[in-house]
């Protein structure tokens, strides 16, 4: 399963829709958290990165 098995995503508002986790078995459960820290792991390396080219960018306009 990936995570888009587990949730349905508004392309509009760019926003996750909440699931309702009684559907899902035990597996299932366990399987979504794995998704989900390996997308926390993704989206924090994003925002150092972003964090990083603002710095970079706050030193050339010193």
């Given at each position: 399963?990936?995570?888009?098995?587990?949730?349905?995503?508004?392309?509009?508002?760019?926003?996750?829709?909440?699931?309702?986790l009684?559907?899902?078995?035990?597996?299932?459960l366990?399987?979504y958290?794995?998704?989900?820290?390996?997308?926390?792991?993704?989206?924090?390396?994003?925002?150092?990165?972003?964090?990083?080219?603002?710095?970079?960018?706050?030193?050339?306009?010193?």
């Amino acid at each position: 399963m990936t995570m888009t098995d587990f949730f349905e995503v508004d392309e509009k508002q760019n926003t996750v829709k909440i699931l309702n986790l009684d559907d899902f078995s035990v597996e299932d459960l366990q399987n979504y958290i794995s998704e989900l820290q390996t997308e926390i792991l993704r989206v924090q390396a994003e925002v150092k990165k972003k964090k990083n080219l603002k710095l970079d960018a706050e030193k050339f306009f010193k």
